[in-house]
Nanobody, 120 residues
Framework: QVQLVESGGGLVQAGGSLRLSCAAS????????MGWFRQAPGKEREFVAV????????RHADSVRGRFTISRDNAKNTVYLQMNSLKPEDTAVYYC?????????????WGQGTQVTVSS
């Protein structure tokens, strides 16, 4: 049973930073591409970033490129999202996602989410 547990969310002022972590279990972590999504109140869930199983290739949404960085540590079965220069519009629940069949498909597994709130 795949389990993804996010941590690191919280309340931060605009311009601040947070680092989210997602600890994965129940899967061969190095065989999965991993990603982050977010959902703001009243909006649909949207893609934030994704990283290849090797950790070499990444993709970031235009809205976060240059401010957020996805990374992973396959030895720790953990994926990270470093978020800098946070803006109030980054306020959302952030979800970790695992891609069994690769990042060009829909995620196969989801975490429960962690709240990020950015105050102005």
């Amino acid at each position: 049973q795949v389990q993804l547990v996010e941590s690191g969310g919280g309340l931060v002022q605009a311009g601040g930073s947070l680092r989210l972590s997602c600890a994965a279990s129940g899967l061969t972590f190095g065989a999965y591409d991993m990603g982050w999504f977010r959902q703001a109140p009243g909006k649909e869930r949207e893609f934030v970033a994704v990283i290849r199983r090797s950790g070499i290739s990444t993709r970031h949404a235009d809205s976060v490129r240059g401010r957020f960085t996805i990374s992973r540590d396959n030895a720790k079965n953990t994926v990270y999202l470093q978020m800098n220069s946070l803006k109030p519009e980054d306020t959302a629940v952030y979800y970790c996602a695992a891609y069994r069949a690769g990042w060009d498909t829909s995620p196969s597994d989801w975490g429960q989410g962690t709240q990020v709130t950015v105050s102005s």
